[in-house]
Each structure stands twice: as C-alpha cells, then as structure tokens.
C-alpha cells in the first residue's frame, strides 16, 4: 500500500523556521516527482513547492514563498523536505506532500493526510 506521510509541523513564532519531512513507502519514489501543497484556514489548496526525479532534481517554487522555502529530496529518494524559514502567520496551513510520476500538478497520484504549521504574530 502506498502511504506519504508528512511530519515536522507545529506551532512556531513569526520569523522562526521548521522542516517538514514526507516519508513515501509501498513503492519506488525515485522517479516520482513530489512536491508541497497546502490550505489555509478558510482558503482552497494551493501549491508551495515542487521537485522533478530527473538527475539534476529541478525546483519551482510558489511567488509567495520563494527565497524563503527550499525544497529536497533525502538520499534514499523516499523522502522530501521542505525547510520554512522566515515564517510569516500567512504560512498557518495544513500542510500536503504529494507524489506523482507525469510531473506536480493539482491532481496528483498519491496525496498525504497533511501536517499542521501554525505560525503566531
């Protein structure tokens, strides 16, 4: 059974900095693109980071976290991080790893259950 599951979340002071991680079992992921989406209070989904499984693991990044948020792949291939720093209240979302082999888009193949940032002012 494939399974994505993202940890790291918590709450964290406005200007702080946490690391997400997203653990994907029942396959290999090596060729998976995978990426960060995530859904504010109130607000639809939306997309914070990607990662292609090509070689050279190329990024795209949403304008609003760009500069602030890096995202990367473990060594095992299996796993991917995104490290928040300069968190501003406006990142407060649930946060979604996703898996998918055609490339991070909306509709994507294997979702997680999501991780919990709160950032307080």
């Known amino acids: 059974q494939v399974q994505l599951e993202e940890s790291g979340g918590g709450l964290v002071q406005a200007g702080g900095s946490l690391r997400l991680s997203c653990v994907a079992s029942?396959?290999?992921?090596?060729?998976?693109?995978m990426g960060w989406f995530r859904q504010g209070p109130g607000k639809e989904r939306e997309f914070v980071a990607a990662?292609?499984?090509?070689?050279?693991?190329?990024?795209d990044y949403a304008d609003s976290v760009k500069g602030r948020f890096t995202i990367s792949r473990g060594n095992a291939k299996n796993t991917v991080y995104l490290q928040m720093n300069s968190l501003k209240p406006e990142d407060t979302a649930v946060y979604y790893c996703?898996?998918?082999?055609?490339?991070?888009?909306?509709?994507?193949?294997?979702w997680g259950l999501g991780t919990q940032v709160t950032v307080s002012s």
């Open positions: 996703a898996a998918d082999p055609q490339g991070i888009s909306d509709d994507n193949e294997y």
């Open positions: 029942g396959r290999t992921f090596s060729r998976y693109a």
């Open positions: 990662l292609t499984w090509s070689g050279s693991d190329d990024t």
